[in-house]
């Protein structure tokens, strides 16, 4: 059996909860995912990022649509070699200003310093309400990112 990680990383790449913050968070999603092996908010040293694993698919301009997979690549080997310190860049196909956070992952990708990290949520979708509830405790607007080993 794959394992899946649920994972919900704040909308700001930059921010991380205070400690009370994440032990609410921490609570409160196992409450939501009684069945989860595992729940833990994890602190990076640095920006991460954190993908769908085995789910990553294309990855598409946020303004054209173009696929940009190819070009991708090479903009996350430049952005790893500054450890993701400027995540700015310009589309290659229609030469706009944006960051590698905003592209179009069709499979929600996000980079963060923190994730709430649920193990094996024993689920396979979330429902608005239950991300709202993990965001109020958190004190965040946060992505959801299901990644797939
Ligand atoms: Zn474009």
């Known amino acids: 059996m794959s394992d899946t990680y649920l994972r919900f990383v704040p909308y700001d790449s930059h921010w991380y909860p205070d400690e009370p913050a994440a032990a609410a968070a921490i609570k409160v999603a196992r409450e939501l995912f009684p069945l989860a092996e595992h729940v833990a908010v ?3 040293e640095g920006l991460t990022f954190f993908d769908a694993g085995a ?3 294309s990855i598409h301009c946020p303004f054209c649509g173009s696929d940009i997979e190819e ?3 090479d903009a996350m080997d430049q952005g790893a070699a500054s450890r993701f310190e400027d995540l700015s860049v310009t589309t290659p196909c229609c030469q706009k200003p944006t960051s590698l956070n905003d592209l179009r992952y069709i499979w929600p990708a996000a980079f963060g310093v923190c994730a ?3 193990v094996d949520p024993g689920v396979t979708s979330l ?4 991300l709202r509830t993990i965001e109020q405790a958190m004190d965040s607007p946060l992505k ?3 990644q797939h080993l």
Not at 127 to 130: P, V
């Open 42 to 44: 994890e602190l990076e």
């Open 55 to 57: 789910n990553t698919e």
């Open 71 to 73: 070009w991708w690549g």
């Open 116 to 118: 709430l990290t649920v």
């Open 127 to 130: 429902a608005s309400e239950q």
């Open 144 to 146: 959801a990112i299901w």
